[in-house]
Nanobody, 115 residues
Framework: QVQLVESGGGWVPAGGSLTLSCTAS????????MGWYRQAPGKQRELVAR???????DYKDSVMGRFTISRDNAKRSVYLQMNRLKPEDTAVYYC?????????WGQGTQVTVSS
């Protein structure tokens, strides 16, 4: 069972920036997607960004141009640089690895953007 540990959440005023980090307990092959999801109160969990080798990253439309996902396979880590944050970005952000049809999740990290 892959363990995922996130860090980097917090409070930020609108227009600010945060960087989320996620480190896996074991090596994740570069062909396996690593990504970030988020869940706001009363809403379903949604994909924010996803990355794997050989393909362009996927982004939720509303974060395109503001968020950047990156990955360091040697460090078993994936990152989410979030710029120009908006109040509607407020949510718990979860790191995800999907391997052989199985989703592995981190514990989540809260991001709060004040208006």
């Amino acid at each position: 069972q892959v363990q995922l540990v996130e860090s980097g959440g917090g409070w930020v005023p609108a227009g600010g920036s945060l960087t989320l980090s996620c480190t896996a307990s074991e090596t994740i092959f570069s062909s396996i997607p690593m990504g970030w999801y988020r869940q706001a109160p009363g809403k379903q969990r949604e994909l924010v960004a996803r990355i794997r080798s050989g393909r362009d990253p996927d982004y939720k439309d509303s974060v395109m141009g503001r968020f950047t996902i990156s990955r360091d396979n040697a460090k078993r880590s994936v990152y989410l640089q979030m710029n120009r944050l908006k109040p509607e970005d407020t949510a718990v952000y979860y790191c995800n690895v999907r391997d052989s049809g199985i989703n592995h999740w981190g514990q989540g990290t809260q991001v709060t953007v004040s208006s």
